[in-house]
């Protein structure tokens, strides 16, 4: 009797062994099944799904098999582990185990989207509403409501947000997107007003972000940043206007049609340095760090004028002489090929096209004729990168 109890039980042992290694082998191959797909694809892991639902889902897809297996091996191997909300891309040749590796790290699908400097607020919001994979919150909302969505009730927006290429998940709202740039353009801001240079004529870091839109506005080229800056400042000190086609260009707003006039520049706007002395009511573009810099640490000099050469950078002037005959030379008599920054190609002027560039006298050449075509405005793309068509929100009056 004790012997065939001894038999029975070696016996069962023996199948439980061989059933346990049987599973073990089933297990194994089934992490080791590749994901049935022909070609990259991407598996969309919902709010609120589960392991268990996602195996399912997958079988009935044709992406996997055994489903039973894989519930059970997540149930005593990995249970407690979270699964991430968000896409995980599947590629031919992936396997289950390696589909596991990915979820556990939530090693889901980014995207990007890059804000460039030099763009309007209109502009931004025109770049997050066309990206599908953002969810969009704001349709419909004045620009006054979208700060209100992102907390910052009152706060004009213009400048207030920094350009970066931003990094997110699909379903990730506007309302998020925007508030990680508007706190980025606040940390940046705040560490170059730590460092900015001794008796700047800026009473607030507001002041120096609208400097740098200028700045910004003005040069695509790193090293004239620092130069651009310090006529600005200079010409502040001395109580003289500004004189900066972008800031007209601005306060056209949709009234600008690639073209500024005479008329444009003697028409008041809270933002025409034409006719008015100091910085305008806010900034007229976003800016990026080295802007903000340069506004904060302008470079040293006597220059008080500038004027575009052609190809994107400028002739810098001490007094009203030189910078009138800088004038005559690269603009007055410009070739028809001439173009005040890089990458935005300029029509051909006729002899009684004024100056062009910032900071310039507008006596210089110009013609009282009001359909006549002013400044080659500084705007638009002087990098290759910036917007071409400025807009500005409502401007407080």
């Given at each position: ?7 029975l ?23 080791d ?13 919902p709010n609120?799904?589960t392991?268990?639902?996602m195996?399912?889902r ?19 191997n990995?249970?407690?582990v ?7 891309r599947?590629?031919?040749g ?14 889901v ?15 931004v ?13 704001l ?46 353009l606040?940390?940046?801001?705040a ?6 240079a001794?008796?700047l ?8 972000l ?8 003005e ?21 003289m206007m ?26 008041p706007t ?46 810098f ?9 800088a ?13 005040s920054?890089p ?17 310039q ?5 110009a ?13 638009g ?17």
């Amino acid at each position: 009797m004790r012997r065939k109890f001894l038999l029975l039980l070696e016996m069962c042992l023996i199948v439980m062994g061989l059933a346990l290694g049987w599973s073990a082998w089933k297990v194994h191959s089934v992490l080791d099944q590749p994901v049935h797909v022909a070609q990259e694809r991407l598996l969309d892991v919902p709010n609120g799904a589960t392991p268990n639902r996602m195996f399912y889902r997958m079988q009935q897809e044709g992406l996997l098999d055994d489903a039973l297996w894989l519930r059970l091996y997540w149930r005593f191997n990995m249970a407690g582990v979270p699964l991430h909300t968000g896409e995980y891309r599947l590629t031919p040749g992936m396997t289950v185990k390696q589909l596991f590796d990915a979820w556990q790290r939530a090693d889901v699908v980014q995207y990007n989207l890059t804000l460039v400097e030099g763009w309007t607020f209109r502009q931004v919001r025109a770049a997050v509403a066309k990206h599908e994979k953002i969810k969009q919150t704001l349709d419909g909302l004045s620009d006054a409501q979208v700060m209100e969505k992102l907390g910052h009730a009152g706060v004009f927006p213009e400048g207030r947000f920094f350009p970066d290429t931003y990094r997110f998940v699909r379903g990730m709202s506007d309302v998020e997107l925007l508030q990680q740039a508007y706190m980025r353009l606040e940390e940046v801001l705040a560490r170059e007003w730590a460092e900015r240079a001794r008796d700047l004529p800026y009473r607030d870091p507001y002041q120096a972000l609208i400097m740098a839109s200028l700045v910004e506005k003005e040069t695509g080229i790193p090293q004239e940043r620092g130069q651009i800056a310090g006529v600005f400042v200079r010409r502040l000190r001395l109580g003289m206007m500004l004189q900066t086609d972008p800031t007209v260009i601005y306060g056209m707003g949709e009234r600008y049609n690639g073209r500024i006039t005479r008329a444009d520049l003697r028409q008041p706007t809270p933002y025409n340095t034409y006719t008015m002395t100091g910085l305008p009511p806010t900034p007229i573009a976003m800016v990026g760090r080295e802007a903000i810099h340069a506004a904060l640490n302008p470079a040293d000099g006597t220059s008080l004028y500038f004027v575009a050469r052609g190809d994107g950078s400028h002739v810098f002037s001490d007094d009203l002489d030189d910078h009138n005959s800088a004038v005559r030379e690269f603009q007055l008599k410009r070739r028809a090929d001439y173009r005040s920054s890089p990458g935005t190609a300029q029509p051909t002027p006729s002899d009684n096209v004024a100056p062009s560039g910032s900071s310039q006298a507008p006596e210089a050449g110009a013609s009282d004729d009001a359909s006549a075509p002013a400044a080659a405005p500084e705007q638009g793309k002087v990098d290759g990168d910036r917007a071409t068509e400025p807009s500005a929100p409502d401007a407080p009056q």
